[in-house]
């Protein structure tokens, strides 16, 4: 018998004025696309995903991380295809540890942080990751 994978479910609706609004409630996400596109937002999922994911695993290991991240996306037509999509996705994550843990430790949670994080692992483009902690980069 094999255990059955936990089920996560999500729900967001765009209004008539294509305001976006969450089923956990909160602020609504206005429809102004200048500022808001759909690939900022795609992009911005993928940066709270991976410090969401990256945080978890690292207060299950005692650590309490003080985290930042950028990404830059980029759009274009793709070669085997012709469609437009995310061909690239640049992530650079910025972690203060008032403690950090041993290189190899250190390096397994961002391991589990860049694979635990299921809108990077859902992306046709694997997102490329660049690791900052207490300001030195981490390879």
């Known amino acids: 018998m094999s255990a059955r994978a936990r089920v996560f ?14 089923s956990q409630g909160g602020s609504a996400i206005p429809s102004e696309e200048a500022e808001w596109t759909p690939e900022h937002l795609l992009l911005a999922g993928l940066a709270r995903c991976s410090l969401t994911s990256f945080r978890y695993h690292a207060r299950r290991a005692g650590l309490d991380p003080v985290t930042t991240a950028s990404v830059h996306g980029r759009v274009t037509r793709r070669e085997q295809d012709g469609r437009f999509a995310l061909v ?3 992530v650079a994550v910025d972690v203060v540890l008032e403690v950090p843990p041993p290189h190899a430790d250190l390096r397994a949670l961002i391991a589990k942080g860049e694979r635990d994080c299921f809108v990077g692992a859902s992306l046709a483009t694997k997102p490329s990751y660049r690791w900052t902690v207490n300001g030195e980069e981490i390879s």
């Open 88 to 90: 690239e996705a640049n």
């Open 9 to 22: 479910e999500y729900e967001v609706t765009v209004d008539r004025d294509w305001a976006a609004h969450s």
